[in-house]
């Protein structure tokens, strides 16, 4: 079984600039999750899909970050405009069942630098 | 509001010892714990988990024990194989194993050596 792909692996922006991140959940999985995590800490949760619709987006920086998930599979997190404390790596995981918190499946997360 | 602490950024013991990973937590509406292993360009793989109805739960060389009355759990594996050197992060949830968001703790690097 394929693991969750994450595009790019690392990337370079100057602060003001706009960085998208692509995330393909495991085949079938029906939920996916995105997290934030600043070197130093743990991982933050940023949003949560159930499909294509948004269970939990309490802890986005909506003025600056959006998500989507269309057709329910695939999923795109935009950083406009970047600023230096976007610097984190940014993880994608996905999960067969709504709220099954021990089947989360991680990608191997972007590593973003702003600078 | 750090509400899950790992207070140890690293831990490093001898192959064929115990290693003992420490978690405080502040929000006593968390009822569901869990460790997590990351390696160096991975992301974080699921390890072991309790529920607030236990003070134990162990499974092969991992253990997890809760104490709800000092809001700590602690991680033991036993024996420490160099293989376990990785992050181990602390995560907690209110609503069961179902239940809403993860918030993880900020990780203990644990080095075993050979």
């Known amino acids: 079984e394929a693991g969750v792909a994450q595009s790019p692996r690392y990337k370079i922006i100057e602060k003001r600039q706009s960085v998208a991140f692509w995330c393909n959940p495991i085949?079938?999985?029906?939920?996916l999750y995105w997290y934030q995590q600043i070197l130093g800490q743990g991982p933050k949760l940023l949003i949560q899909?159930?499909?294509?619709?948004?269970?939990?987006d309490s802890q986005l920086p909506k003025d600056r970050f959006s998500a989507e998930r269309l057709k329910g599979v695939d999923s795109t997190l935009k950083i406009q405009p970047a600023k230096l404390e976007d610097s984190a790596v940014y993880l994608c995981?996905?999960?067969?069942?709504?709220?099954?918190?021990?089947?989360?499946?991680f990608g191997p997360g972007t590593r973003l630098l702003v600078l | 509001d750090q509400q899950v602490k790992q207070n140890s950024p690293s831990l490093s013991v001898q192959e064929g010892r115990i290693s003992i990973l420490n978690c405080d937590y502040t929000?006593?509406?968390?009822?569901?714990f869990l460790w997590y292993k990351k390696y160096p360009a991975e992301g974080p793989t699921f390890l072991i988990s309790?529920?607030?109805?236990?003070d134990k739960n162990e499974d092969g060389r991992f253990t997890v024990f809760l104490n709800k009355s000092a809001k700590h759990l602690s991680l033991h594996i036993v024996p420490s194989q160099p293989g376990d050197s990785a992050v181990y992060f602390c995560?907690?949830?209110?609503?069961?194993?179902?239940?809403?968001?993860?918030?993880f703790g900020e990780g203990t690097q644990l080095t075993v050596n050979p």
């Open positions: 995981a996905s999960s067969g069942r709504t709220g099954d918190l021990e089947t989360q499946y």
């Open positions: 085949s079938g999985h029906a939920t």
């Open positions: 899909f159930q499909n294509n619709g948004v269970v939990d």
């Open positions: 929000n006593s509406m968390f009822d569901y």
């Open positions: 309790i529920s607030s109805i236990k």
């Open positions: 995560a907690a949830s209110g609503g069961g194993a179902s239940g809403s968001r993860l918030t």
